[in-house]
């Protein structure tokens, strides 16, 4: 059952080769994501990972959490970079449910979710703002 409040989390770390791979197979040929030579001539001294990357992992989160108790259909997400994400650093992902309104005419709740992806030290990475649909059938 989901309530208002309901704090959920899973912590990330990836590999250089784990974002080079998914930038690869995304498609993203940007070099900050590849080439070490070049990356370390950046501001940010070594490859990052791409913003699809630790994205779709924080997205994927909600997608797993509330399936397993109800069908659910992603609707919405509105995400913000603040900070590069690094090989090596441990990334909390946490998504809080901000409210619930049932929504008839979708045959379900419509939940609404904020979250944080978090390093080490607590600084924020990335900030977002979700809207999913929980039914009891797709």
Known sequence: MTYV????SKEVTL???EITEFASLCGD???LHHDASYAA?????RIIASGPHFSSLFVALVATHFSQSSP????EFNLKFLRPVYAGVALLMTWNV?????KDSLGGDLVSIAGSVLDRS??????GEGKVLLTEKL
């Not at 409040?5 to 959920?8: I, L, R």
């Open 98 to 102: 901000v409210s619930i309104e049932r």
């Open 5 to 8: 409040g309901e704090v959920f």
């Open 72 to 75: 659910m259909l992603g609707l």
């Open 29 to 31: 040929q940007n070099p």
């Open 15 to 17: 590999t250089e080769k």
């Open 122 to 127: 607590g600084a924020p990475l990335l900030t």
């Open 41 to 45: 001539t950046t501001r940010f001294g």
